[in-house]
Nanobody, 116 residues
Framework: QVRLVESGGGLVQAGGSLRLSCVAS????????MGWYRRAPGKQRELVAA???????NYADSVKGRITISRDNAKNTVYLQMNSLKPEDTAVYYC??????????WGQGTQVTVSS
């Protein structure tokens, strides 16, 4: 059974920081592209950041310079370090695991709320 379990969300003031974690089980983690997506109220889900199995990172323009994605294959964990948070970063953040051969999995999400 595949599980992606996010943690680290919460309430933070604008300018603050949070670190999200996503622990994966039931997959060969090192083979998966891992991503963080978010869905803000009334908006579509969007990609925040992703990291390939080879370590290549890409970021949404809106978070470049403030957010860093990293992975620890030994711990089956992907992280999202978020600094200089803004109210517009408020959303439910989802972890995603994607394999080139079609397997794709989602976590249950963790709420991030940034107060102004």
């Amino acid at each position: 059974q595949v599980r992606l379990v996010e943690s680290g969300g919460g309430l933070v003031q604008a300018g603050g920081s949070l670190r999200l974690s996503c622990v994966a089980s039931g997959i060969t983690f090192s083979l998966y592209r891992m991503g963080w997506y978010r869905r803000a109220p009334g908006k579509q889900r969007e990609l925040v950041a992703a990291i390939t199995s080879g370590g290549t990172r890409n970021y949404a323009d809106s978070v470049k310079g403030r957010i860093t994605i990293s992975r620890d294959n030994a711990k089956n964990t992907v992280y999202l370090q978020m600094n200089s948070l803004k109210p517009e970063d408020t959303a439910v953040y989802y972890c995603n695991a994607d394999a080139s051969y079609g397997s794709n999995y989602w976590g249950q999400g963790t709420q991030v709320t940034v107060s102004s």
